[in-house]
Each structure stands twice: as structure tokens, then as C-alpha cells.
């Protein structure tokens, strides 16, 4: 795939994101990173031409998202999630919205989970009750990414009528009636996505915010932020392994037995680990360019690769970092290293809802031949 922004992706993620890594995995937010993807196009990426945006789609989203993941997962899950917001709000936004995304100049983020349905997203608890020409908005939020720095939502709430599961809203962060804790995130891993709960007491938005049909929410979390989200998140995955096997590779090649006169990359186990790293690295890849090939054509198996993409990333992830930790042994404690921070960061895509275990039961729902919902 020939790409148009490599240069400038490159540059952004050698210089930027590779060097404030660090202090991101410490919990700062990846400002500087965001704000050069901005004015380099790239957090426009998916935006339509119509509002200057650069009209490109999941292909080159999953390129981008990958290249950020091997040097700081924080930073891709961050523009995963701007990704997936962006593509609703290509499809039922306000055209000064998209505008301004388009400019590189508006983050957006998903507020879709709640402690209440926990993984089970497309089933919010909160609600919306219109007053008027506006809507008050009543919910608790268990987990948005960027929910302080962010300049929207888009947030799913029970309909303001009628038995469908959801409807979805388009939320500015300044909205009077939400309460973001100060405390910032201090999770195992992806400690600098800026991951928050958020509330909303009564917080009141125009009607007009509504993103499409009331009601209408749960079609386009299926239809549209699934397909994005899962295989931007494996994604993700791809690029902490695609990390940690070069950080495992650079220690196994330099690293050398003083008394013997030879190194870790002549021992047959470890070259045999490292080979187990490549193909479990490679199948997944494989699993996503299928993917977006299943996509592209609609073939009859694309829910399946989009459900299985994910949960395959997720769970090779976990085990390529825990053999790179293992090749590396005491060095790869350290911190400098850059291989525990991938063991750390390769663990939260099982948790992120989908689950991985409710990925499994989707999967194979859809095997037997059984409706997923």
C-alpha cells in the first residue's frame, strides 16, 4: 500500500511519539503527538473531502494506528479511539464538527462504556429525557479514553422512547453537568490514554445532537464502530509485537557471554522463541489484511473476521510479550528496556470491551450458525 503521509508518519513517531514514550507510560497524556498528527492531516485521516479532510479509510487508518503502537500503545489507542468517533461523526455529524477535525483541531472519543452493562457496550444504562428543545442527559461512564482532554463524545444512551437498546449523542466535553474525576489514570498498562469515568447529572445538550434516529444506536455501534474499533485494536496489538520483537531482538544480538565469547542469538531456544514471536507477529497481520479485504468486498465471513481479529491480536499479544520477557529475563525489567512496557501495555486489549472471552462466545455463536444478540 503506497502512503501518502508515510513520511510525515515517520517522522511524527521516531521524533515524538518514540521520545516522549517514557513520560507517557509515567501518565502524561501524549499532547505533543496529537497535536503534530493534527497539523500533519493524519487526525483528519478519514475525513470526508468535502470538509478537507483527506477522505482515506480503515486501510490506512490500521497503517497509522500500527506504526504509533510500536513506539507508544497510549498514543494509538488515543487515535484509535478519535478513528472510531470520527467515522459516526462522518456519517450523522454537524458539518462544523467534521470541520474542524478535518483541520486537525477537534479530538473526539467514544463514551460507550458503563459499570452497569460493563463489556456489553451496546447496552447503556444511562439515559436521555428531552426538556424542551433540549435533552438532559443522566449516566455514568466507566471508562472513556482522552475524557480530559478530549473535545467530544460520542456517547450512547438508553432512546428517549420506545424499547430499542440505544441511541447515541454527540457530547462537548464542556458540557455543563459533567464531572470528570481529576485524578488521572493509573491502570496497569496504556497508562497514558487519559482512560476516565465520566458523569453526567442532568447535563443538558440540544436535541439537535442526537447522532441519527432515536433508537438507532445499537445498528451503528454494530455496523460501524465495531468493525472500526476491533480491528484498529488489533491494530494496536499488532504493534506492540511488532516492538517487542525488536526490542527483544536488538538485546538477544548485542548481548554476549563475557567467558564463553558467544551470545543469547546463538542459543537454538531463543532463536526458536523468537521464531515463535514472528509467526504469531505475521498470522495476526495476516488476520487483519484479510480482514479489511472481507470488508472491502462484503463477503459473507466479514463479521467473523472482524470479531475474531481482535480477540486473535489480543490474545498473541499477551503471549509475545510474555516470551519477550522471558528471552530477555532481568533486562527486561527495566524499564528502559521498552519490553516491560509492552508485556504491560499488550494486556488491556483482552479486558477492553468486546472481551476477548466475549469475542470467544461471539465467535463461536456465529460458528453454530446462532444469532450473536
Avoid at 442526537?210 to 433508537?215: M, N, Q, Y
Avoid at 470479531?307 to 491480536?313: G, R, Y
Amino acid at each position: 500500500m503506497t502512503f501518502e503521509f508515510e513520511a510525515a508518519l515517520e517522522t511524527i513517531a521516531t521524533t515524538i511519539v518514540a521520545k516522549h514514550a517514557g513520560e507517557i507510560d509515567a501518565g502524561a497524556f501524549p499532547s505533543q503527538a496529537i497535536k503534530a498528527l493534527g497539523e500533519a492531516g493524519l487526525l483528519g485521516l478519514v475525513s470526508s473531502p468535502d470538509v478537507d479532510g483527506k477522505g482515506l479509510g480503515l486501510p490506512e487508518a490500521v497503517h497509522v494506528v500500527e506504526r504509533l503502537a510500536r513506539e507508544c500503545a497510549s498514543t494509538a489507542m488515543v487515535v484509535t479511539m478519535h478513528y472510531a468517533a470520527t467515522v459516526v461523526l462522518e456519517q450523522l455529524g454537524p458539518k462544523d464538527i467534521r470541520q474542524a477535525i478535518a483541520a486537525g483541531k477537534h479530538l473526539s472519543t467514544l463514551a460507550f462504556s458503563e459499570a452497569g452493562s460493563r463489556s456489553q457496550f451496546w447496552v447503556p444504562m444511562s439515559t436521555a429525557t428531552a426538556d424542551g428543545n433540549d435533552v438532559k442527559l443522566t449516566a455514568s461512564k466507566s471508562w472513556v479514553t482522552s475524557a480530559h482532554h478530549a473535545d467530544s463524545y460520542v456517547w450512547s444512551s438508553r432512546p428517549l422512547a420506545g424499547q430499542e437498546l440505544s441511541s447515541l449523542w454527540l457530547v462537548l466535553r464542556k458540557t455543563t453537568g459533567l464531572h470528570i474525576p481529576d485524578a488521572g489514570f493509573d491502570g496497569l498498562g496504556l497508562r497514558g490514554n487519559d482512560s476516565s469515568p465520566i458523569a453526567a447529572e442532568g447535563a443538558r445538550i440540544p436535541a439537535s445532537c442526537r447522532l441519527g434516529d432515536d433508537g438507532a444506536g445499537f445498528g451503528v455501534m454494530m455496523g460501524t464502530v465495531l468493525p472500526w474499533f476491533n480491528v484498529l485494536s488489533a491494530s494496536v496489538s499488532n504493534g506492540i509485537m511488532e516492538a517487542a520483537l525488536a526490542r527483544t531482538v536488538a538485546h538477544v544480538t548485542a548481548t554476549k557471554f563475557a567467558h564463553a565469547g558467544n551470545g543469547l542469538a546463538d542459543l537454538p531456544t531463543i532463536r526458536a522463541y523468537l521464531a515463535r514471536m514472528r509467526i504469531k507477529t505475521d498470522h495476526n497481520k495476516a488476520l487483519v489484511a484479510d480482514t479489511l479485504t472481507a470488508m472491502g468486498t462484503n463477503r459473507p465471513d466479514t463479521m467473523l473476521r472482524v470479531l475474531e481479529s481482535k480477540a486473535a491480536a489480543g490474545e498473541s499479544a499477551t503471549e509475545v510479550t510474555d516470551l519477550a520477557m522471558r528471552i530477555c529475563g532481568g533486562a527486561a525489567f527495566r524499564k528502559e528496556s521498552g519490553v516491560e512496557r509492552a508485556f504491560r501495555d499488550a494486556r488491556a486489549a483482552v479486558v477492553m470491551g468486546p472481551t476477548t472471552d466475549v469475542l470467544y462466545d461471539f465467535i463461536g455463536k456465529a460458528v453454530c450458525g446462532l444469532p450473536l444478540f
